[in-house]
């Protein structure tokens, strides 16, 4: 039996019904410092957008929101997180009660990841939001100085 050895330049195309192909990767991040004590949904500052190029391709996102906190005082705080694509919802990342104490407590990052399909070819912007589930002290996001909040999406075919 022979063995034949090629490199990653000989193979020309993968057989049918192989996965799809990253056509594109777009990533943006925020270390900017952002808190709510509302209970109404805001951005966190978190956003990238991407042109897919054909309407049957899916973007893949994944991100990590930094240094999310809850102050002290109110054991019924929470922060809820949230992606949309655009204006619209298109996961809810956390509802995160935290510990049911009345202490300071930082919660450090949350990772998400989502495959939407979008079917279209106009730009689309995916960003988090959040917001504090009472309207007691504050919940944050960004709070360290070095916590940077990463997102990053995927065109793929």
Known sequence: MAI?????????ALPAGV???????????????AESSSTTYADT?????????????????????ADCFK???????????????????????????????TTIENMNNIGFNYLDAPSTTSAITYKTQFHNHTSVNRVTVQQQNDGTSTITAMEIA
């Not at 996965?19 to 410092?33: I, P, R």
């Open 71 to 101: 102050s002290n005082g109110n054991s019924s705080n929470s922060i809820h997180l949230r992606l949309l694509r655009d204006t619209t919802e298109i996961l809810y990342i956390a509802d995160r009660a935290l510990l049911t104490v």
């Open 4 to 12: 034949i050895t090629l490199g990653a330049n000989a193979i020309t």
């Open 19 to 33: 996965g799809g192909k990253v056509l594109q990767v777009v990533q943006a991040s925020t270390s900017t410092y």
């Open 45 to 65: 500052g978190l956003s990238v957008t991407i042109t897919p190029t054909s309407t049957s391709n899916k973007i893949y996102i994944v991100g990590t929101q």
